[in-house]
């Protein structure tokens, strides 16, 4: 079956734009979770949707959003990007809403640069 | 969510069998020991779980003491391609604070 699938890929803004971006999660999987990775902060949680309801959240700005359709396709957006922003941003599917007891399935990721 | 420790980076060579220790002494009874493997710019990829004792799957085996304060876990007969960051993660269902990921180890194969 086909894995979780991330767009675009790569992603170069400028300061002070808005990105969007997209998470279609694996078929019958109801939770999709964000996570952005740097080299100095490693991974780190952003937010997690199961059912179209946001169920929990990182600590991140308001600036970080998302949202998440009734098919479970996911977007996250930033707004008035920051040079700190540069980032691979990753989304996870689960069947269940995650934890450590529940497989997560990671798309590849979309790496966004922000100059 | 319990804290976990592990070696920042392992090296070994193509056909040995590794094992990578995590620490987690403040392991709560309902806790999971979870273990990812992360290439570079790709996402994380669950490779094994387990609850207590022992559990092996295709690629690799998890070994958990009696006291579940530290895990294991073992790959057998390495390659190149087992290059990667290994990280284990300890806790439960719910997904108060997602998975949080710590350093991981590096795990450097030579040939």
């Not at chain 1, 199961?50 to 959240?57: A, D, I, L, P, Y």
């Not at chain 2, 993660?89 to 997904?95: D, K, P, T």
Request: net charge positive.
């Amino acid at each position: 079956k086909a894995g979780v699938t991330q767009t675009p890929r790569y992603l170069i803004k400028t300061r002070g734009q808005q990105v969007t971006l997209s998470c279609s999660p694996i078929s019958g999987h109801r939770s999709v979770s964000w996570y952005q990775q740097t080299p100095g902060q490693g991974l780190q949680f952003l937010f997690e949707y199961f059912s179209e309801t946001q169920r929990n959240k990182g600590n991140f700005p308001g600036r970080f959003s998302g949202r998440q359709f009734s098919n479970s396709r996911s977007e996250m957006n930033v707004s008035t990007l920051e040079l700190g922003d540069s980032a691979l941003y990753l989304c996870a599917s689960s069947l269940s809403q995650g934890g450590v007891n529940t497989e997560a399935f990671f798309g590849q990721g979309t790496r966004l640069t922000v100059v | 969510l319990a804290k976990t420790t592990q070696p920042i980076s392992m090296d070994s060579y193509e056909g040995q069998e590794v094992n990578i220790t995590c620490s987690h002494n403040n392991i709560a009874t309902n806790d999971y020991i979870t273990w990812y493997q992360q290439f570079p710019s790709q996402g994380p990829r669950f490779i094994i779980q387990g609850y207590k004792t022992k559990v092996t799957n295709e690629v690799a085996s998890l070994f958990i003491p009696a006291d579940r304060k530290s895990s294991t876990l073992s790959l057998p007969r390495v390659s190149l391609s087992d290059t990667a960051v290994y990280y284990c993660l300890v806790g439960s269902g719910g997904g108060a604070d997602g998975l949080t990921f710590g350093k991981g180890t590096h795990l450097i194969i030579q040939p």
